[in-house]
């Protein structure tokens, strides 16, 4: 989802949930403002070494070094410099708008920003296993939930390092700095340019300065030589590669949907990329990223170039399939239909007029062999074999109530939000589309 799809979404939970507040009798003022137990702006009345727990914080952009982000209370005012920075001495993989509650000690670090002016900022010290992050039901991080000071107790929470166990990426992020040494501040992506997009290998190497740390991001491309601590990036058309260093490089499989890191150069015109490690990187630098998704998702037929094959069994008894993918939509008039992930979390058209003719939402299918392609923006599998599975549920309508908020959520509401309450039913419901 691109930053504004993802921001109008979560600015219509958000406004949904302020009706629903003005909604209740005697809410219609904030039940909670700052200053007040367990806000920010109580925290930073305490002095450096006070141990602090803040809870339902929103969690900002993390910090270039990867070992800090900002927070603030839901209904504060996003600004230039944060009033608190949690810090570690090891990565925080967290991501914007997760909310979470922090436990850690208070301190004051100094620095300059990038424009030479002198500042003092608030930090809030921690380690991965004092941050807890709000999950749904199955353990996926919940984003921008504003229910500080509604009286609610979030059943679904897990610690980052818990969290972090369940992506080995991630893990071996966690796991890699034992003990570093603090972040400096101010320690925000606006104290770097941002990455450039790169189409190509060369491209990317043509961003190499001398003079200072440029950072590229590249798409969608395999990898091999997978080591402890780098990879090969390579490239469909037309061939090319250049050398990665990544400490989570061993954990890696299938494809590269995106990666950002800096563009680095020796005497030699030796190029390679630095994302959190190598020759010239140094505590400090900045933190990139490598996102890998593994063969047989529909995600990694996605970063397939058009005309790239889905290898069938014939040509590669070792391949990966689309193994038993939910037939979402069937439009047989027009000879395609649609596939999702069963947990929905992404989905392709299908060409395959046969096949189109005879299924039926909720019906499980393998692609065993076919090429992909892109039509009018869309990325279509041209499928030479699809094999019919089994009968299923058509997948549901993507809607939310209070009814779901309470009974998947796992929630405790107080009274006046109770599930049973048509008052607040009615608005929380209209606002989200639920029924």
Same mark, same amino acid.
């Given at each position: 989802?691109?930053?504004?799809?993802?921001? +109008?979404?979560?600015?219509? =939970?958000?406004?949904?949930?302020?009706?629903?507040?003005?909604?209740?009798?005697?809410?219609?003022?904030?039940?909670?403002?700052?200053?007040?137990? *367990?806000?920010?702006?109580?925290?930073?009345?305490?002095?450096?070494?006070?141990?602090?727990?803040?809870?339902? %914080?929103?969690?900002?952009?993390?910090?270039?070094?990867?070992?800090?982000?900002?927070?603030?209370?839901?209904?504060?005012?996003?600004?230039?410099?944060?009033?608190?920075?949690?810090?570690?001495?090891?990565?925080?993989?967290? %991501? %914007?708008?997760?909310?979470?509650? =922090?436990?850690?000690?208070?301190?004051?670090?100094?620095?300059?920003?990038?424009?030479?002016?002198?500042?003092?900022?608030?930090?809030?010290?921690?380690?991965?296993?004092?941050?807890?992050?709000?999950?749904?039901?199955?353990?996926?991080?919940?984003?921008? +939930?504003?229910?500080?000071?509604?009286?609610?107790?979030?059943?679904?929470?897990?610690?980052?390092?818990?969290?972090?166990?369940?992506?080995?990426?991630?893990?071996?992020?966690?796991?890699?700095?034992?003990?570093?040494?603090?972040?400096?501040?101010?320690?925000?992506?606006?104290?770097?340019?941002?990455?450039?997009?790169?189409?190509?290998?060369?491209?990317? %190497?043509?961003?190499?300065?001398?003079?200072?740390?440029?950072?590229?991001? +590249?798409?969608?491309?395999?990898?091999?030589?997978?080591?402890?601590?780098?990879?090969?990036?390579?490239?469909?058309?037309?061939?090319?590669?250049?050398?990665?260093?990544?400490?989570?490089?061993?954990?890696?499989?299938?494809?590269? &949907?995106?990666?950002?890191?800096?563009?680095?150069?020796?005497?030699?015109?030796?190029?390679?990329?630095?994302?959190?490690?190598?020759?010239?990187?140094?505590?400090?630098?900045?933190?990139?990223?490598?996102?890998?998704?593994?063969?047989?998702?529909?995600?990694?037929?996605?970063?397939?170039?058009?005309?790239?094959?889905?290898?069938?069994?014939?040509?590669?008894?070792?391949?990966?399939?689309? =193994?038993?993918?939910?037939?979402?939509?069937?439009?047989?008039?027009?000879?395609?239909?649609?596939?999702?992930?069963?947990?929905?979390?992404? *989905?392709?058209?299908?060409?395959?007029?046969?096949?189109?003719?005879?299924?039926?939402?909720?019906?499980?299918?393998?692609?065993?062999?076919?090429?992909?392609?892109?039509?009018?923006?869309?990325?279509?599998? &041209?499928?030479?074999?699809?094999?019919?599975?089994?009968?299923?549920?058509?997948?549901? +309508?993507?809607?939310?109530?209070?009814?779901?908020?309470?009974?998947?959520?796992?929630?405790?509401?107080?009274?006046?939000?109770?599930?049973?309450?048509?008052?607040?039913?009615?608005?929380?419901?209209?606002?989200?589309?639920?029924?």
């Amino acid at each position: 989802m691109s930053y504004k799809g993802k921001a +109008l979404g979560i600015s219509i =939970v958000a406004a949904a949930i302020l009706l629903l507040v003005a909604s209740i009798p005697g809410w219609s003022t904030p039940v909670i403002r700052d200053g007040d137990p *367990g806000t920010i702006g109580a925290c930073l009345a305490q002095p450096d070494g006070t141990t602090v727990t803040l809870t339902a %914080e929103q969690i900002l952009q993390r910090g270039k070094s990867g070992k800090s982000f900002a927070i603030k209370e839901w209904f504060d005012q996003r600004t230039e410099q944060p009033r608190l920075v949690v810090v570690s001495t090891r990565p925080l993989p967290v %991501e %914007e708008f997760w909310t979470a509650d =922090v436990t850690g000690t208070l301190d004051t670090f100094s620095g300059t920003s990038r424009d030479g002016i002198s500042i003092i900022q608030r930090v809030l010290i921690v380690s991965p296993s004092s941050i807890n992050v709000y999950c749904d039901p199955k353990g996926r991080p919940f984003m921008f +939930l504003p229910i500080k000071g509604l009286g609610m107790e979030w059943a679904n929470k897990r610690s980052l390092a818990e969290l972090s166990g369940t992506s080995t990426t991630q893990a071996a992020s966690v796991s890699t700095m034992d003990e570093g040494t603090l972040p400096p501040m101010p320690d925000s992506l606006d104290s770097v340019s941002a990455p450039v997009y790169c189409a190509t290998i060369a491209d990317a %190497e043509a961003q190499y300065s001398s003079t200072s740390r440029n950072l590229v991001e +590249l798409q969608c491309r395999p990898f091999s030589g997978a080591t402890s601590t780098q990879f090969t990036l390579g490239q469909d058309d037309p061939v090319d590669s250049i050398t990665v260093y990544y400490t989570g490089s061993s954990t890696l499989s299938g494809r590269i &949907n995106k990666i950002v890191g800096t563009i680095q150069k020796d005497v030699s015109n030796n190029y390679w990329i630095e994302v959190d490690s190598g020759t010239n990187w140094t505590e400090g630098d900045f933190v990139g990223s490598v996102q890998a998704v593994p063969e047989g998702k529909i995600a990694w037929v996605k970063t397939l170039p058009d005309g790239g094959n889905i290898p069938s069994y014939q040509q590669d008894p070792y391949s990966t399939p689309l =193994v038993e993918k939910v037939v979402s939509r069937a439009f047989p008039n027009q000879g395609y239909f649609y596939i999702q992930e069963s947990d929905r979390t992404n *989905g392709i058209r299908v060409a395959d007029s046969g096949m189109a003719s005879v299924l039926n939402p909720g019906d499980i299918v393998t692609i065993y062999d076919g090429d992909i392609t892109t039509v009018d923006g869309e990325r279509v599998i &041209n499928s030479y074999y699809t094999e019919f599975v089994s009968s299923g549920t058509p997948p549901p +309508l993507w809607v939310w109530s209070t009814k779901h908020w309470a009974a998947e959520a796992t929630v405790s509401l107080p009274p006046a939000l109770s599930a049973d309450s048509d008052s607040t039913m009615s608005v929380f419901s209209f606002a989200l589309g639920g029924r």
